[in-house]
């Protein structure tokens, strides 16, 4: 199947996109293996959800339901996984849901779900950075490391890691796959030690009621209010099922990992089998890691206890008197919130030059030299992150996170399904069971978690994808590589 060369839906085939990859200036090594993938998956997943998201959002929106919720996420995740697992081991190439996207609804679509990437992963890496240097705070028995600059605060402590781990990744994907391993591993042991340590100050009245009642939110009126209470006029509050299913958008930040996956097809090793492994099996882990610590969480206190923004997994242990545990779940946080970091950062440079090579962005930001590694879209990125981490608070940034990854879920599920109507003769290594079925939930299921998260929210993401059409028709339009084959043909 040829592209379609012409229009805002022009498309860039399967065959086009393998091709690229060729491309000595722009060209990716292959050093990655389904463990290697497998580790990255659950080095992103492990971290931001249990040590930030779990306590804060156990006593303030669900209370010990907060582990239901998470199922709730898991399962959205689950489906559009298997939808991503398809895509991916059908077209290995850097890029994730944008090349994806390019292939099956066009570039206008692709441009769209890159802008939406870009929003999700420069985003997601800035809140996680942020959440490092407030447990840097604690390793070192100090204050959260931010300096006072007139009415500027610089979050120091923010800017460190970001540097730092811009330099690894520049350095090579074998590198920072190996950093990966190391803490993914010390980290996976620290949550195994919260799961055992705290299973022996659970009490089962600590779990009563589940699902607390529902209460008056001060929180959810007027922009603040989710899209959900908005339009069927529920009203704001927290707690009972409207709060098991708030939290469930919100802890859905927890899992933002397998998409990263992803974007490291083109420098996978045999994609059609490590691709889907990687990307299914990091999922199973966090999953079974994530029910667990919350129910040990919600069992060692009450979740009033909780309540509050500085609450995290630690505040359990030390309300328990067990301070030699909360000194190594800080550590173990600081260690596991590093990779977390680095690996939003290294699908934030696969995308941004997946689509520098189709000329969408700047075409010299794709250039790899001899380290076969983006080095100048890595610094970019650094740059870009650290600018948002050191001087702009948290607020709602978990929540744009959020929204920017449903809809890029929505977009590949869907086209799962265009995908297999127009290119039923492609070589899959995986295939969605059940379809339509499995991509229609899947479908659903992101559109349902979009509907509760704010109108604020909402309104964000709305002026970002408006701005991202200007950006396309004044320069990425004019500038596309299919934009130049098309006049190319055009003078021929």
Same mark, same amino acid.
């Given at each position: 199947m040829s592209e379609r060369r012409t229009g805002l839906f022009r498309t860039k085939s399967i065959e086009q996109s393998v091709q690229d990859t060729d491309e000595p200036d722009t060209k990716l090594k292959k050093n990655l293996g389904a463990w290697d993938l497998t580790v990255f998956g659950v080095a992103v997943a492990v971290g931001a959800g249990i040590f930030t998201l779990t306590a804060r959002t156990a006593g303030n929106v669900a209370g010990p339901s907060v582990s239901l919720a998470f199922v709730f996420a898991a399962i959205t995740c689950g489906l559009a996984a298997l939808c991503y697992a398809e895509f991916a081991s059908t077209v290995?190439?850097?890029?994730? &849901?944008?090349?994806?996207? $390019?292939?099956?609804? *066009?570039?206008?679509? @692709?441009?769209?779900?890159?802008?939406?990437?870009?929003?999700e992963f420069a985003l997601a890496s800035a809140v996680v950075a942020k959440g490092w240097s407030l447990y840097l705070g604690e390793v070192l028995g100090t204050a959260a490391p931010v300096l006072s600059v007139g009415s500027v605060s610089i979050d120091w402590g923010a800017l460190l890691i970001v540097v730092v781990l811009t330099v690894v990744l520049a350095t090579g994907i074998k590198l920072s796959s190996r950093v990966s391993l190391v803490i993914t591993a010390i980290k996976v042991a620290?949550?195994?030690?919260?799961?055992?340590?705290?299973?022996?100050?659970?009490?089962?009245?600590?779990?009563?009621?589940?699902?607390p009642p529902s209460e008056p939110s001060d929180t959810g009126s007027g922009?603040?209010?989710?899209?959900?209470?908005?339009?069927?006029? &529920?009203?704001?509050?927290? $707690?009972?099922?409207? *709060?098991?299913?708030? @939290?469930a958008s919100l802890v859905f930040f927890a899992f933002i990992g397998f998409d990263v996956v992803a974007t490291t097809a083109e420098e996978t090793k045999d994609p059609q089998r490590a691709l889907p492994r990687g990307i299914i099996g990091s999922l199973i882990i966090v999953t079974v890691l994530y029910v667990a610590v919350t129910l040990v969480l919600t069992g060692m206190v009450k979740y009033t206890d909780l309540a509050g923004e500085?609450?995290?997994?630690?505040?359990?242990?030390?309300?328990?008197?067990?301070?030699?545990?909360?000194?190594?779940?800080?550590?173990?946080?600081?260690?596991?919130?590093?990779t977390v970091v680095m690996v939003l950062m290294l699908g934030q440079t696969r995308v941004l030059f997946a689509m520098s090579r189709d000329g969408l962005a700047p075409r010299g930001l794709a250039r790899t030299g001899s380290r076969g590694t983006p080095v100048r879209i890595t610094v970019l990125v650094g740059v870009v992150v650290a600018v948002i981490a050191t001087f702009f608070p948290i607020g709602t940034l978990e929540e744009m996170v959020n929204i920017g990854t449903l809809f890029a879920f929505v977009l590949v599920s869907i086209g799962v399904l265009v995908l297999r109507r127009t290119r039923p003769d492609?070589?899959?290594?995986?295939?969605?069971?059940?379809?339509?079925?499995v991509p229609i939930l899947s479908v659903i299921a992101?559109?349902?978690?979009?509907?509760?998260?704010?109108?604020?929210?909402?309104?964000?993401?709305v002026v970002w994808m408006a701005l991202g059409v200007v950006v396309y028709f004044t320069y990425s339009r004019r500038h596309s590589v299919l934009n130049d084959t098309a006049r190319s043909s055009d003078v021929a």
């Open positions: 290995p190439v850097a890029g994730s &849901a944008y090349t994806f996207s $390019f292939a099956t609804f *066009g570039e206008f679509v @692709a441009w769209i779900i890159g802008w939406d990437l870009v929003l620290v949550v195994l030690l919260v799961v055992i340590v705290g299973a022996f100050y659970i009490k089962a009245s600590n779990y009563s009621p589940y699902v922009l603040t209010q989710s899209l959900f209470s908005a339009v069927t006029g &529920a009203g704001g509050s927290t $707690f009972g099922w409207y *709060g098991v299913l708030a @939290a500085d609450s995290t997994l630690a505040t359990a242990f030390e309300l328990n008197g067990i301070t030699w545990a909360k000194n190594i779940i800080s550590f173990g946080a600081l260690a596991g919130l590093t492609l070589q899959r290594g995986f295939t969605v069971p059940l379809v339509p079925v992101c559109l349902w978690l979009m509907l509760n998260l704010s109108v604020e929210t909402w309104i964000r993401f």
